[in-house]
């Protein structure tokens, strides 16, 4: 879209640029001329694309109008019915309007409401629900979302230590002789007069481990 022409906002446009409501008359604001003109380049654009798309490409039977001496069919593409407040639900066109207008979504969508012919309100006024509805859960899900974030931290944390944990086990194990020669160690010490109930706990310190580590690898021994 060219610059919007601050000398076309009131009734020097000899038109409006595209269909409105009854209602709405050519005395228009800077405001709501660039918007008109914004949704008029946008729609006519999406609909120009929409043409070479296989769906909305698609030709479709037209029945005569009027009473013609003789009647005829003819086909457009199903893009061409579409009328601009449809357009401006589809693809992104309501982002990328209210950009060109510098206006926000929501004042894009409500001007729009208003100027919009009658038989197409219910679809921008659906369309502006569904997009408030959604703003509306994401803010109330919010701080559900926070703590699950906040839980699946605590998690990775906890695993993280976990494992940690676990090497500094397997290295402090690694450094126990295997089965067979820990339990010649054992028989040392209970000929060295020790009790057999004793030589766990020496030998745990010996290598720095728990008793229960050296009973589980004296008995792999037998």
């Known amino acids: 879209m060219p610059p919007f022409d601050k000398t076309r906002t009131t009734t020097e446009l000899p ?8 209602h709405v008359d050519l005395e ?26 296989p769906l909305w490409g698609t030709p ?56 919009c012919p009658y038989q197409h309100v219910a679809v921008l006024i659906q369309f502006l629900s569904h997009k408030e509805g959604i703003q509306a859960s ?6 559900y979302i926070r703590q699950l974030r906040d839980k699946e931290a605590r998690i990775k944390a906890g695993a993280r230590k976990g494992a940690d944990k676990s090497a500094h086990t397997r290295r402090k194990q690694s450094k126990v002789p ?5 339990q010649r160690e054992a028989d040392k010490l209970m000929a060295s007069h020790y009790a057999k109930q004793d030589v766990a706990g020496i030998l745990a310190k010996r290598y720095d481990v728990t008793p229960t580590t050296i009973r589980r690898k004296l008995n792999a021994a037998t």
């Open 28 to 53: 228009l604001t800077e405001q709501q001329a660039r918007t008109m003109l914004a949704i008029q380049a946008k729609t006519e654009q999406l609909k120009q694309t929409l043409r070479q798309d």
């Open 138 to 143: 994401a803010k109330a899900l919010n701080p």
């Open 60 to 115: 479709v039977y037209l029945p005569p109008r009027g009473f013609p001496l003789k009647p005829e069919a003819s086909e457009q593409a199903l893009a061409e019915q579409l009328p601009w407040p449809a357009l401006l639900t589809l693809a992104n066109c309501a982002e990328e309007t209210a950009v060109l207008a510098l206006c926000s979504v929501k004042d894009l969508l409500r001007y729009a409401i208003q100027i």
């Open 178 to 182: 295997a089965p067979q020669d820990l």
């Open 15 to 22: 038109s409006l640029p595209i269909e409105c409501a009854p």
